[in-house]
């Protein structure tokens, strides 16, 4: 199975900051990397599929960067509804295996 | 509007079953590979099962292989989950989801959740 780690696994920042969260995966993904944002009590949403693709209707300060075993999420200037949780998920192979998620919150 | 409504969650003695569906609207059901991910209270996600269109391939993660069953009703739009043997450890939020491309092959995102429903294993 291809473990996905996320770091760091908390952050706190400031309404404007520019956010990024990392996550590696135990062997190469290529570019198979998909970030969800889910708020307290919401479903996931997804944001970015293959590592860079924008899902429709998600702001263009959301953005995935990386190949092979490591990506990036970067959130430039983030807003008041970005404070959510970010979980990475791998689409290479079965088992489908999610990163442990990040938690954003307000500093 | 395309929108999954998931069922059937609630408490279960270790040992019960329980069968939880989701009901799909707004987009052409039978075309794409429907899951269930879950989600333990205070945790992270965690695929359980793919099932392609048609029924034709079913996966399912190690954790739950011999004891779950997927299926689905594609003239009713309608995804299942059948649990048995259920065990402490199955306690969370379960949610159906559908993969972003229409091709058999469970190797994809999830573009469109449902809201979620919960089961609790315990005595």
């Known amino acids: 199975d291809i473990q996905m780690t996320q770091s760091p696994s908390s952050l706190s920042a400031s309404v404007g900051d520019r956010v990024t969260i990392t996550c590696r995966a135990s062997q190469t993904i290529i570019r198979y990397l998909n970030w969800y944002q889910q708020r307290p009590g919401k479903a996931p949403k997804l944001l970015i599929y293959?590592?860079?693709n924008l899902q429709s209707g998600v702001p263009s300060r959301f953005s995935g960067s990386g190949s092979g075993t490591d990506f990036t999420l970067t959130i430039f200037s983030l807003q008041p509804e970005d404070f959510a949780t970010y979980h990475c998920q791998q689409s290479y192979s079965t088992p489908l295996t999610f990163g442990g998620g990040t938690k954003v919150e307000i500093k | 509007e395309v929108q999954l409504l998931e069922s059937g969650g609630g408490l279960v003695q270790p040992g019960g079953s329980l069968r939880l569906s989701c009901a799909a609207s707004g987009f052409t059901f039978t075309s794409y590979v429907m899951s269930w991910v879950r989600q333990s209270p205070g945790k992270g996600l965690e695929w359980v099962s793919s099932i392609t269109g048609s029924a034709g391939s079913t996966y399912f993660a190690d954790s739950v292989k011999g004891r779950f069953t997927i299926s689905r009703d594609d003239s009713k739009n309608t995804l299942y989950l059948q649990m048995n043997s259920l065990r402490a450890e199955d306690t969370a939020v379960y949610y159906c989801?559908?993969?972003?491309?229409?091709?058999?092959?469970?190797?994809?995102?999830?573009?469109?959740w449902g809201q979620g429903t919960m089961v609790t294993v315990s005595s």
């Open positions: 989801a559908k993969v972003r491309h229409s091709a058999p092959d469970p190797r994809d995102g999830f573009d469109i």
């Open positions: 293959d590592t860079s």
